[in-house]
Structures are given as structure tokens and as C-alpha cells.
């Protein structure tokens, strides 16, 4: 039975369309494939609420960045959202960011980080592509990404971290800080540099980075930088995988799952002839006795309800019960190595994103979108995850419902 072509945009406006029969309605839901659709025929009036299932939850979608080594981006084509696919993944139309702020400094909680320069900003806000909502932050100099520790909108308790560049004569060199509501400015959150962010995450009260030469930084806001702790956990990781052989680390991400911290290791390619998987997870926590430094514990092999979602920078944890479209037990991450592409040269562009079955132990390929592959040599680079606010979706259905 081929599937009718149904076009929501023009539903809301349209006279009548409020009085369809509920059979009918629920019926053509019942054709969405995507829960961009459920969730627009979701919000057209009251009557196809009442109709329909509710969208209880969407899955996270890619943030892609546009690539271009001839000139500048333009600003509104600066970033794209992709539904991610098996077959082949499909762009999401989210809009253009508010207008001068063309720079993009990561994607949190939902919330894209957007500055109006690269150097010195004298706006910079975070900016919620659902709803339109933009929340301000304080300027600062040579900031490079920007974390959130909880949704501006949904929690009165939350934390902006920001990473700054410290020597632009050396790239890699970043200092942290911090900034909560109510405060007049950045302040420090560790005064040793950093050789890059490669993942952080927030865990009871605490900030913990992992710099890209796998130097475990763990800060509390509340006790001020000299309570840094630090720790060089790259060779410990090599050891971890109990193989005959050594296996190299081509990525560490680390994610707060229901009340743990995870330590994802992902590795090249391994079968199950070896003791070692693609993607290995281990739980952090403080060692027994005096000290209590932090220490990589037991492996952990299956997630429960839970799957993660990671990424450079901050991962997810997501519950597949709350965001039905997702599978438990999984790891869903985007290309490890990046996603360049030389035409010159002929490098093959590799896997867009992927998902890795923990209780299976295989491996799902998201195939790139070649046929967005531009003539001057840019396309669009994996970057993270977006996963749509939950908050958000219930104050929009309550404010339709009063209507």
C-alpha cells in the first residue's frame, strides 16, 4: 500500500481543518515516520491533540557544521540539523539563529552557544532552536565551547562553563570557567591550562574534564580552583581491555548516567574474538581509603532503560523509556576521526555517525549525505548532538491547550 503524501505546513491555517473526523486523524498519524511530523500534527489545535498520540519525547538529532576552506560561511547555512537514518539521514529545517550571531560555540542541553565574533564577543547567548528562546551571557574573550549544566528554562540551579582560549600562539592551550545566573561576570574554574576539552561532563556539584592528552581534571565551583584535582589516566585506559595485544584509544567520552559516571573507551575495530568491544564503559568514582583519588572501576556491559549519546565534548544520557525512538543499551555517537573531505587528494569521506549495540556487540553505520557534497569542497561535518528540551514541549502543548 503506498503511504499518502501529507503536507503539514499549510494544516493550521487552513479553514476546516480543525473539524476533520478524530478516526481519520489518528489514522494519518499512524503514516508519520519521523517525530518532527508527530510532533508539528501534534500542535495544530486542540482537536488533533485530543486525536492523536502524544509525542512524548524526541530523539536527538546531528548538529553538523558547514566546511569551506575558499571563503566564509554564509551565516544562516553556518550549521544543519540531520534526523539520523540507517539508510540515509534527513535534514531538519530549525531556522535561521538570531541575526548577528553568525559564530557557533557548541550545542548543550538542547541550547545552541552563539557569539557575534570569533575573538572578542560582546554578545553572546544561547539560543533554543525549538522555541526561539534566547538566554544572554556575559561576553568573554576567546571563547571556544560553551556547557550547560542543566536547561536555563526548566532548572532555577544551573551552570554555564565555558572553555577560553589561553595562548593563541599555541591552539590547543584552553582555561575553564564558569558563570552561574546573578553573577556579573566569568569567573575562574581551574588556573592550570588545558591542552583542549575532549569531554566534560557535570556530576553531582562537580566539573569533570578530560583534555585531549586524556588528563582527567576534576573542579568544584564551590570550593574555587585551588580544590583542582588531576590525574593522567591515558595509560590506564591502553591496560583496561585485558587483550593478549595492546589496542589503540581512538576516543574517550565521559557521561552522569543515573547516578554514575561513565567512562566510554572507544577502540579500532574489535570482533568478538578478542576480550575487547568497539566500545568499552567503565564507571569512575574515588578509590577506597585516604586520598580517594579518582579511579576507573568495574566495566559496565548493559545500561538498563538508558542509552548514550556522545560526542567531543558533552555526551548524553538518555532513557529509552522517555525517548521512545531510541533503543536501550546502545551507544550513539557521530564519526570519531572527524568528517573532512579533499578532493584533491580523494580521501573517502568515512561514517557519519554510529550506533554501537552494548548486548550485541555490533556495530550500525549512519551513512554521510553525499549528495550534500558542494562543488567548491565543503559539506557538512558531524559535530554533536541536539536533543530537542522536554520542558519545552510541554509548556507549548499547555499555552495550545488554553487557546
Same mark, same amino acid.
Given at each position: =500500500?503506498?503511504?499518502?503524501?501529507?503536507?503539514?505546513?499549510?494544516?493550521?491555517?487552513?479553514?476546516?481543518? @480543525?473539524?476533520?473526523?478524530?478516526d481519520?486523524?489518528?489514522?494519518?498519524?499512524?503514516?508519520?515516520?519521523?517525530?518532527? #511530523?508527530?510532533?508539528? $500534527?501534534?500542535?495544530?489545535?486542540?482537536?488533533?491533540?485530543? &486525536?492523536?498520540?502524544?509525542?512524548?519525547?524526541?530523539?536527538?538529532?546531528?548538529?553538523?557544521?558547514?566546511?569551506?576552506?575558499?571563503?566564509?560561511?554564509?551565516?544562516?547555512?553556518?550549521?544543519?540539523?540531520?534526523?539520523?537514518?540507517?539508510?540515509?539521514?534527513?535534514?531538519?529545517?530549525?531556522?535561521?539563529?538570531?541575526?548577528?550571531?553568525?559564530?557557533?560555540?557548541?550545542?548543550?542541553?538542547g541550547?545552541?552557544?552563539?557569539?557575534?565574533?570569533?575573538? @572578542?564577543?560582546?554578545?553572546?547567548?544561547?539560543?533554543?532552536?525549538?522555541?526561539?528562546?534566547?538566554?544572554?551571557?556575559?561576553?568573554?574573550?576567546?571563547?571556544?565551547?560553551?556547557?550547560?549544566?542543566?536547561?536555563?528554562?526548566?532548572?532555577? #540551579?544551573? =551552570?554555564? !562553563?565555558?572553555s577560553?582560549?589561553?595562548?593563541?600562539?599555541? =591552539?590547543? %592551550? +584552553?582555561?575553564?570557567?564558569?558563570?552561574?545566573?546573578?553573577?556579573?561576570?566569568?569567573?575562574?574554574?581551574?588556573?592550570?591550562?588545558?591542552?583542549?576539552?575532549?569531554?566534560?561532563?557535570?556530576?553531582?556539584?562537580?566539573?569533570?574534564?578530560?583534555?585531549?592528552?586524556? !588528563?582527567?581534571?576534576?573542579?568544584?565551583?564551590?570550593?574555587?580552583?585551588a580544590?583542582? +584535582?588531576?590525574?593522567?589516566?591515558?595509560?590506564?585506559?591502553?591496560? $583496561?581491555?585485558?587483550? /593478549?595485544?595492546?589496542?589503540?584509544?581512538?576516543?574517550?567520552?565521559?557521561? @552522569?548516567?543515573?547516578?554514575?559516571?561513565l567512562?566510554?573507551?572507544?577502540? #579500532?575495530?574489535i570482533?568478538? *574474538?578478542?576480550s575487547?568491544?568497539?566500545?568499552?564503559?567503565?564507571?569512575?568514582?574515588?578509590? /577506597?581509603? /585516604?586520598?580517594?583519588?579518582?579511579?576507573?572501576?568495574?566495566?559496565?556491559?548493559?545500561?538498563?532503560?538508558?542509552?548514550?549519546?556522545?560526542?567531543?565534548?558533552?555526551?548524553? %544520557?538518555?532513557?529509552a523509556?522517555?525517548?521512545?525512538?531510541?533503543?536501550?543499551?546502545?551507544?550513539?555517537? !557521530?564519526?570519531?576521526?572527524?568528517?573532512?573531505?579533499?578532493?584533491s587528494?580523494?580521501?573517502?569521506? /568515512?561514517?557519519?555517525?554510529?550506533?554501537?549495540?552494548?548486548?550485541?556487540?555490533?556495530?550500525?553505520? $549512519?551513512?554521510?549525505p553525499?549528495?550534500?557534497?558542494?562543488?567548491?569542497g565543503?559539506?557538512?561535518?558531524?559535530?554533536?548532538?541536539? &536533543?530537542?528540551?522536554?520542558?519545552?514541549?510541554?509548556?507549548? +502543548?499547555? *499555552?495550545?491547550?488554553?487557546?
Amino acid at each position: =500500500m503506498k503511504r499518502p503524501r501529507i503536507c503539514l505546513r499549510a494544516t493550521a491555517g487552513g479553514s476546516g481543518w @480543525s473539524s476533520l473526523p478524530g478516526d481519520l486523524l489518528e489514522q494519518i498519524s499512524g503514516y508519520l515516520s519521523t517525530d518532527a #511530523d508527530h510532533l508539528r $500534527i501534534h500542535q495544530v489545535c486542540a482537536h488533533w491533540r485530543a &486525536c492523536t498520540s502524544s509525542p512524548t519525547a524526541l530523539r536527538p538529532w546531528i548538529l553538523a557544521l558547514r566546511t569551506d576552506r575558499s571563503r566564509p560561511p554564509p551565516p544562516a547555512r553556518y550549521h544543519s540539523v540531520w534526523l539520523p537514518r540507517a539508510h540515509l539521514p534527513r535534514e531538519v529545517d530549525i531556522g535561521a539563529p538570531p541575526a548577528g550571531l553568525p559564530y557557533f560555540l557548541g550545542a548543550t542541553r538542547g541550547w545552541l552557544a552563539l557569539a557575534d565574533d570569533a575573538r @572578542s564577543p560582546t554578545r553572546l547567548a544561547l539560543w533554543d532552536p525549538a522555541s526561539g528562546a534566547e538566554v544572554r551571557l556575559p561576553p568573554l574573550a576567546g571563547v571556544i565551547r560553551v556547557f550547560l549544566s542543566a536547561d536555563p528554562l526548566a532548572s532555577p #540551579d544551573w =551552570m554555564a !562553563v565555558a572553555s577560553q582560549r589561553y595562548d593563541y600562539d599555541d =591552539m590547543g %592551550a +584552553q582555561k575553564p570557567f564558569f558563570w552561574r545566573p546573578g553573577d556579573a561576570a566569568w569567573s575562574v574554574l581551574c588556573d592550570r591550562p588545558t591542552t583542549g576539552v575532549g569531554t566534560l561532563a557535570f556530576h553531582r556539584g562537580r566539573v569533570y574534564c578530560l583534555d585531549w592528552r586524556q !588528563v582527567l581534571v576534576v573542579c568544584d565551583p564551590n570550593l574555587g580552583p585551588a580544590a583542582v +584535582q588531576t590525574r593522567d589516566i591515558s595509560g590506564h585506559m591502553n591496560r $583496561i581491555c585485558g587483550c /593478549p595485544r595492546s589496542h589503540r584509544v581512538r576516543g574517550a567520552h565521559m557521561v @552522569s548516567c543515573a547516578g554514575d559516571l561513565l567512562l566510554v573507551v572507544l577502540r #579500532d575495530g574489535i570482533g568478538r *574474538r578478542h576480550s575487547s568491544s568497539f566500545a568499552e564503559i567503565y564507571r569512575l568514582g574515588p578509590a /577506597p581509603g /585516604p586520598g580517594r583519588r579518582l579511579e576507573i572501576g568495574d566495566r559496565v556491559t548493559d545500561l538498563g532503560d538508558h542509552s548514550l549519546f556522545i560526542v567531543r565534548g558533552e555526551s548524553l %544520557a538518555l532513557s529509552a523509556r522517555e525517548f521512545p525512538a531510541i533503543k536501550r543499551n546502545r551507544v550513539y555517537g !557521530v564519526a570519531v576521526d572527524g568528517n573532512y573531505y579533499s578532493r584533491s587528494h580523494g580521501r573517502k569521506l /568515512p561514517d557519519w555517525a554510529f550506533v554501537f549495540d552494548l548486548g550485541s556487540d555490533t556495530l550500525e553505520e $549512519i551513512p554521510y549525505p553525499g549528495e550534500h557534497i558542494r562543488d567548491d569542497g565543503s559539506d557538512w561535518q558531524a559535530l554533536s548532538w541536539l &536533543c530537542p528540551r522536554g520542558p519545552f514541549k510541554k509548556q507549548k +502543548q499547555q *499555552r495550545l491547550t488554553e487557546k
